[in-house]
Structure formats: C-alpha cells, structure tokens
C-alpha cells in the first residue's frame, strides 16, 4: 500500500473512531433525554389529574370527583400524543379504564409505592407489572397519590406508545447519520491533502537521496525546522556536506597516490636502469678496468637509494597502525643532536650550508632514542635540501612552564607558502614538486613519519614558513611526570 494510502487510512481511522464515539455518546444521551422529558411530561400529566381530586368517597374509596368521562375527555385531547391512563386504587386493583376484582399491581411494586416513589419504565412488554397493555410497547410512570393525611389513595398509570418516542429519537439518528457522513466526507477530503502535502515532502526526500546515489553531493532540501520530516532533512543537509568532504578528500588522496606512484615509479626506474646498464657493461667487459671500482659504488649507492624508498614506505604504515612501539626513557639531547649534526655535516657541504647546533649541556629529555633521531634527522635532512648557502640552525632548551623540551631545527631556504604548509603532514605531498630527482626526500614521506611519531610521542609539531625567507620547525616533548599524568587521566 502506498504511503498516502496509508496516511490517509490513518486519518480515517482515527477521525472515523473519534466521531464514531461522539455519536454514540450524543445518540445515547439524546434517548435518554427523550425517554427523561417523556416521564416528566407524565408525571405533569399525573400531578393536574390529581389535583382535581378533591376527597375520597369514605364508604366506596373511590374518588368521587373524576369520573370516567373526565379520564376519557384527557385521553381524547391527548390522543396526538398516543397517551393512555389507568387508574388503580390503593390495593392495586383497577378502576379505570376496565374494574378488576383482583390487584393488578405487586406486593413489591406496592410498597415502593406506599413510600412515594415513582415508578418509571422505558418499555414495557407482556411480562411487565402491572399488564394493562398487551398490543403496543408503551412507555409509563406509575406515581402514588396521597391524601392530606399522607396516606396513600390511588395510583395513576400514565403511559405513552414507545413509537411516539422512538419517532423523535430516529429523527435524531437521521441528523447524526446525515453529520457522520458530511463528516467523513470532509475528513475524507481534508486527509488527502494532508496526506499528499506529507508525501510530497517525503518524495524530495527520496529525490534528493537518488542524487547522491548519482554521485550529486551538491543537493540541498529547504527546512523550515517545524518537525520531524524537516529533522530528517537537516540530518540530510549536514550528510550530504559530509560525503562532499569526504568525496572531494577521497578524490585529493586519489591524486596524491597517482602523483605518488609516478614519483616512486620514476625514482626505481632510474636506479634500476642505471644499474641494469653497468651489470651489462661488466657483463661484456665494455668498462674499463679503472673504471669498475666506480661503476660498483654508483651501483652501490643506487641501490641504496632504492632501499631508502622501500623502508621508507613500509615505515610509514608501521608508525600508522602503531607496529612500532616507543620505548622511552631520559637522555641527554646534546650528545644525540651532536651525533645528527656529524652524520649531516657532509650533505650540509655539498649544498655549502652552514650547520649550526645550540643546546644546553646536561639537557635531559623523555623520548625513544632511535624514534627522536629520526625526527629531528628526517627535518634537518629537508632543511638542507631545500636551503643553498644558508644557515640551518638546531636549537635545543626546557621550558619549565611548559614543562617540556622544546626543539626548533631553522632554515632560511626556498620556504613555503600557507597552502604548503597546510598540506606538509599528508602522505605523499611535495612541497616543491619540481624537485622529484633530489637526492633526499624522494617519497614524499618524510615529514607524514615524522608528523606520525611526534603523535605516539604526546608531543607537538609546528611550522613556520614563508616564501624564500626560510623555515622553523618547533618540536615540543614533554617530561616524564606529564606523560604518565596524562595516560593515567585516559586510563
């Protein structure tokens, strides 16, 4: 079944129980209404005939002062109105319309009566007490007359035809019939469109969701924030931004991978050639023999080129899904800077840089030995590479409010702009792509490792950088109290 369907039955449902109830209760309360005002009206009837009589004959019992005619002539004026009387003596016996010897009226009926109360019936039938109509249902009140001595007199019986009452009682379920149709009608007509206005709503929805299915991440749903479906929409609002972030990252990795495997591809394909080719030359002895010393340590380096590339890409992932746990303790930085200087110092030459280290003695910081060399080594390497004739400077102090030592490794080389600095942590990004055949930083991995172990660290990494002014990297490690308090709040 359709969603407007199930709406509109819905609507239905609950209109149609409602005014279902509502006409019971007015049908029920109407029919006793109409069966209340008839008694009344005979009681009035029964209180008039009652005051016109005025004394009881003592040697008969009867009353004297209403005869049979006078009961006949007040049937006959009330005749429209299908109303009969039947007037009983005090033992229960009937005196008119018929004489009966024998009581008509019950012992128990009788001393309800005695007592002054009236006796009502709504419909009377072959069984009913006391049987003085046998040929229509009748509706009646039985009530007692008393005497100035408050005894008990007569009973009068003032009846009327159940048809008489039921004809307005049925002009009253006609108007509630007639009511609850136009009602259902309308309620009918009024559900439909509420109904098709819900599903219209729901139908954009379905709409939009099939352009996003398509690949269309740009579709947006107007809310006005009035209810639940609008909820919906602004949940889809908000989902479709973020499959538009995620798309457009998705599709900005895509490249860096394309831009990545080109790179590696192109940095293997040339070692791989050059050393292919000398294997070749000493093969068929097409390389002199003072010359072979050099054509194996080409061979050499290149393969060690090739290594780095390799080790670079498998420590990367490592570090990422945390492979490689830290160990780490306290040492002294100078002498570990010390050591990253010495191993740098000949690169430093070549590109005739100048390398500096300023640090402390006795400095003590909380690292992984091996992990730190890496760090400060992977960004002092950058420096140099990217700085010709400049000054890379390795600064090294505690800060005590801080709590922590804090590393800057400065260059005053080629820099970068902001949108570089942004993108410097990601895998594969190269801030200068025009330098793919450096000899250092060929996969572009470096800083995304170094980014990752300062993480596992708890440390922090920051960059500064402008165009062709130079670059600072700021490294922060924390001291061992601050570490252990830190994993016990996780903890």
Request: with cysteine; net charge negative; charged share 25%.
């Amino acid at each position: 079944m359709k969603l407007i369907y199930q709406y509109m039955l819905g609507f239905l449902v609950v209109v149609g129980t409602c005014l279902g109830v509502i006409s019971i209760a007015i049908y029920s309360y109407s029919e006793s209404m109409a069966y209340r005002q008839t008694w009344m009206q005979l009681e009035g009837y029964s209180d008039n005939l009652q005051k016109m009589a005025l004394r009881v004959d003592p040697r008969t019992g009867t009353i004297d002062n209403i005869t049979t005619e006078t009961l006949d002539d007040m049937q006959d004026i009330l005749a429209d109105q299908k109303v009969n009387f039947v007037l009983f003596d005090k033992i229960g016996r009937e005196l008119y319309p018929n004489r009966t010897s024998q009581p008509l009226i019950d012992a128990k009926t009788l001393a309800l009566l005695r007592k002054g109360n009236t006796i009502r019936e709504r419909n009377s039938t072959e069984r009913s007490r006391p049987r003085v109509y046998h040929k229509r249902p009748m509706t009646y009140i039985m009530k007692p007359w008393f005497d100035q001595d408050n005894k008990m007199v007569a009973i009068l019986l003032a009846g009327s035809e159940v048809s008489a009452v039921e004809t307005n009682i049925n002009t009253i379920k006609r108007n509630l019939l007639v009511a609850l149709l136009v009602s259902v009608f309308i309620a009918l007509v009024l559900s439909w469109f509420l109904a098709n206005w819900q599903v219209k709503r729901i139908d954009k929805l379905r709409q939009a969701t099939k352009q996003v299915a398509g690949g269309d991440f740009d579709v947006k749903i107007a809310t006005d924030g009035q209810d639940e479906l609008d909820d919906l929409a602004h949940d889809f609002n908000a989902m479709t931004i973020s499959l538009q972030d995620y798309d457009q990252e998705i599709k900005r990795q895509e490249q860096r991978r394309k831009d990545f495997m080109a790179d590696a591809s192109h940095e293997m394909r040339t070692p791989l050639t050059t050393i292919n080719g000398l294997l070749e030359g000493l093969a068929y002895d097409a390389i002199p023999a003072e010359n072979r010393g050099q054509s194996i340590q080409l061979m050499r380096n290149e393969t060690k080129r090739l290594i780095r590339l390799v080790n670079e890409n498998l420590d990367y992932e490592k570090i990422r899904t945390n492979q490689i746990p830290l160990h780490q303790r306290s040492f002294d930085v100078q002498d570990c800077l010390q050591n990253i200087v010495s191993q740098l110092q000949e690169k430093a030459t070549t590109s005739q840089d100048q390398l500096v280290l300023q640090a402390p003695d006795d400095l003590q910081i909380y690292a992984d030995y091996d992990r730190f060399i890496q760090i400060v080594f992977n960004i002092t390497q950058n420096a140099i590479q990217f700085t010709n004739q400049g000054l890379i400077t390795i600064k090294a102090w505690h800060d005590d409010q801080q709590h922590a030592v804090l590393i800057t490794i400065s260059d005053n080389g080629i820099g970068m702009s902001s949108d570089q600095v942004k993108n410097i942590w990601e895998r594969y990004y190269k801030a200068d792509p025009s330098r793919k055949n450096t000899k250092y930083g060929e996969s572009g991995l470096g800083l995304a490792i170094v980014h990752q172990l300062m993480q596992q660290h708890h440390g922090k990494i920051q960059v500064r950088s402008h165009l062709e002014q130079g670059t600072t990297f700021t490294l922060t490690f924390y001291d061992q109290e601050v570490i252990r308090a830190n994993d016990t709040d996780q903890n």
